[in-house]
């Protein structure tokens, strides 16, 4: 009997055209399978970061998936085989040189200024053609991250591309540098919003900005002065047509108060917790280059993560899509969830956005992520409790420098304080406290050594630290960037992103291979966000 030659999977070569998931339950995050109980029985919990009781339209309301892993079947043995090798002896051959040189060198960018895989896609390798028309029907790159004073981007040739960068608090946990990556969010309206009279108009558009913003945040935001006659829209309700300062809040339906944006978009479909239609998200996660005592965006991206708002749902159709959800889960527990589109396209949630993306090559050329990678998103994007309208960036963008709307290589993280509940609380310091550590599988020892004693006791002063200056938990020091570097380098050459990208050296202890069907996570009371 002959035996089976088993090839790595990079060797097989990349299938962009397949639409059958090799792996049909990698919707489900590989965090979700961290082992909520310690050796010694102590319970944490990271799941409140995503499940939690939801605001409205955001009817998910998933706090109690904090109580018990509520896995289809499928998904019941862990596919994420890379969690659990062991890469010692594959990063030890990199040399800090060697990664520094490489995180260093533009992914992204030609030495001429052009956008590397714009090139590519309008001459496009007949490998990436999912759909066999000879053509790219998906986003094509044409950010250039060239921003002005307010934050929009400029092509070469100085023309607006729409793009306008915004600081965000990162959110908990993986997503924090000291976990593996740095990132930025850009975001961009339909030509509408930018437009008065038919004319690209920048302060039209500003607004337009402040207006979403409002809608999303659900409060007040300050602007620079604007002279609402332009618009002939009272922008801070003070009941005249003169300077405004602020976009007011005050959007409640029912009781005959209502908002509008303003130009050519004043017609647009406008509702508190939603984007409008067309809205588009541009977000790079990148290397972490350590410099000069703090960490920025390494020129080098790992992942170009696209979405796009196709239409529009009401809030009746949110809450019937929400609960329908739930009563198909009970009726088949078992059933996994499925998502239309292709490796070009992208693939579409439940909720009216579509999700694209571009990924690494062994030899770091960024590519199109094939369906099963793609695949890999939608969990996140689709019916969780904290999200607004599948979003997690835009709702956590900042207010103190510039009002937020600027690239995060013009000012870092240094100095901003922790984001607040409402109850008082610290929504940093409360994650560590319920996780006991600095990501989900508990292997962040940087930060668990900074913030607990050898007893597990909260050191005081490094809380206080904490609350008056986030880079203190989330920048990673030197040596911590370059080891994450370094093992994710790993993963990139073996292509291998399908069985977890989670950057690390040893294997992981602290996460199920198999769950029992029911199996509970030992969480008593799930936590829920004090809005009030």
Not at 113 to 121: D, R
Request: proline share 6%; with cysteine.
């Amino acid at each position: 009997m002959k035996k089976l030659l088993l090839l790595p999977l990079f060797l097989w070569g990349v299938d962009f055209k397949s639409q059958t998931p090799k792996n049909p339950a990698i919707y489900i995050p590989a965090m979700c399978y961290t082992k909520t109980k310690d050796e010694k029985g102590f319970i944490h919990n990271p799941c409140f970061s995503c499940h939690i009781n939801s605001i409205p339209p955001n009817y998910v309301n998933d706090y109690d998936l904090q109580l018990s892993y509520s896995f289809p079947q499928p998904a019941l043995k862990n596919p994420y085989k890379n969690l659990f090798k062991d890469y010692t002896k594959e990063v030890a051959k990199i040399s800090d040189e060697e990664i520094l040189n490489y995180v260093k060198t533009s992914n992204y960018f030609d030495k001429d200024g052009n956008i590397i895989l714009a090139k590519k896609l309008k001459n496009l390798p007949k490998n990436w053609d999912s759909n066999n028309n000879s053509k790219w029907d998906g986003y094509i790159p044409d950010c250039y991250y060239n921003f002005d004073k307010d934050g929009f981007d400029r092509d070469k040739n100085g023309k607006f591309t729409g793009w306008r960068a915004f600081a965000y608090m990162p959110f908990l946990g993986t997503f924090w540098p000291t976990n593996g990556s740095t990132d930025d969010v850009l975001i961009r309206l339909p030509k509408k919003f930018q437009t008065l009279n038919g004319k690209f108009d920048k302060e039209t558009y500003i607004v337009n900005f402040a207006i979403l913003e409002a809608m999303i945040k659900r409060k007040d935001i300050k602007i620079s002065p604007v002279n609402e006659k332009r618009w002939g829209v009272d922008l801070d309700k003070d009941g005249k047509l003169d300077i405004a300062k602020k976009i007011k809040y005050d959007w409640a339906p029912l009781k005959n108060r209502f908002m509008n944006y303003i130009g050519d978009a004043k017609n647009e479909k406008i509702a508190a917790g939603l984007f409008p239609v067309g809205t588009e998200f541009l977000h790079t996660v990148r290397y972490i280059l350590p410099e000069n005592n703090t960490i920025k965006l390494a020129p080098r991206i790992k992942e170009i993560r696209y979405a796009k708002k196709l239409f529009w749902m009401n809030y009746a159709t949110l809450k019937r899509l929400a609960h329908s959800r739930i009563i198909e889960k009970d009726l088949d527990p078992d059933i996994l969830e499925t998502f239309n589109g292709d490796s070009e396209r992208g693939l579409r949630n439940h909720f009216g956005w579509v999700y694209q993306g571009f990924i690494e090559d062994k030899n770091g050329n960024l590519r199109p992520q094939t369906y099963t990678e793609t695949l890999s998103c939608m969990g996140c994007h689709d019916a969780i409790g904290a999200t607004t309208d599948t979003i997690f960036s835009f709702p956590r963008k900042l207010n103190n420098y510039k009002n937020g709307w600027y690239y995060p290589s013009e000012k870092d993280l240094k100095n901003v304080p922790e984001f607040r509940y409402k109850d008082g609380t610290y929504e940093y310091s409360n994650y560590l406290m319920l996780n006991k550590s600095g990501n989900e599988f508990r292997t962040n020892d940087e930060v668990y050594n900074k913030f607990f004693d050898k007893n597990g006791k909260p050191k005081k002063e490094a809380f206080e630290k904490l609350h008056k200056d986030v880079t203190y938990l989330i920048y990673p020091s030197k040596k911590r960037a370059l080891m994450l570097n370094k093992a994710y380098r790993v993963i990139v050459k073996k292509q291998s992103y399908i069985y977890g990208k989670a950057p690390h050296i040893k294997p992981l202890n602290n996460v199920y291979k198999q769950l029992k069907d029911g199996q509970l996570t030992g969480i008593k009371k799930p936590f829920l966000i004090p809005y009030k």
